[in-house]
C-alpha cells in the first residue's frame, strides 16, 4: 500500500478575524535536546482568508511530532509583526489530505502549556532528549488531545 504524501492545511485567525499575509512554517520537533532541533519542513503565507496549505515535504524517518507557528501577519488594520501563534498537528507521517489546523489563541495557549517544559525560551522551538522520545507523545501532552491537534 503506497504511503499518501503529505498534506496539512489550515486557517489562522486573531480572535473572529482572518489574519492575512501571515508566515505559516510547519516544523518537526527535535530529538537532540530539550527546546533544540526543530526542523522546518515547510512554510507559506496565508491568503486573504488566513487559509494556508502545504503540500510536500518529506518527514523526518523518526516520524516526529509536528507543529506550526504563525508569525507576523495582517488581521485587518495593517501588519503586525508581534503575531505569534501555534497550534499542534501530531505525527509527521499522520498528515494527510484530511489534516486541517486551526491556528489562533486558543491553540497556542493549548500548546504552549501541553509543551512548556519541551520548548526552549521564545515558546518556539520544540524538542526533547534523545532519551525521552516518548515524553511528546504521552498522554499529559497534547498529541492525545484531539482538541488541540489537527485532525
Known amino acids: 500500500m503506497a504511503t499518501p504524501a503529505p498534506s496539512l492545511s489550515g486557517t489562522v485567525h486573531g480572535g473572529l478575524t482572518a489574519v492575512s499575509g501571515a508566515r505559516v512554517t510547519l516544523y518537526a520537533a527535535g530529538s537532540i535536546g530539550y527546546g533544540s532541533g526543530a526542523t522546518e519542513l ?5 491568503d486573504s482568508s488566513g487559509s494556508f496549505s502545504f503540500t510536500s515535504w518529506i518527514c523526518p524517518a523518526d ?5 506550526v507557528i504563525v508569525e507576523s ?4 488594520g495593517g501588519t503586525n509583526p508581534a503575531i505569534g501563534m501555534m ?3 501530531g ?21 504552549e502549556w501541553a509543551l512548556a517544559q519541551f520548548s526552549d525560551s521564545t515558546g518556539a522551538f520544540i524538542g526533547t532528549s534523545s ?4 515524553g511528546l507523545t504521552t498522554p499529559s501532552t497534547c498529541r492525545r488531545q484531539t482538541w488541540c491537534r489537527a485532525t
Not at 515547510?42 to 496565508?46: E, H, L
Not at 516520524?63 to 507543529?67: G, H, R
Not at 501577519?73 to 485587518?76: M, V, Y
Request: overall charge negative; some cysteine.
Open 91 to 111: 505525527p509527521c507521517d499522520a498528515l494527510t489530505a484530511s489534516a486541517f489546523a486551526t491556528v489562533n489563541e486558543l491553540t497556542t495557549v493549548a500548546a
Open 63 to 67: 516520524n516526529p511530532e509536528t507543529y
Open 42 to 46: 515547510a512554510s507559506t503565507a496565508s
Open 131 to 134: 532519551t525521552n522520545a516518548t
Open 73 to 76: 501577519g495582517n488581521p485587518g
Open 87 to 89: 497550534s499542534l498537528t
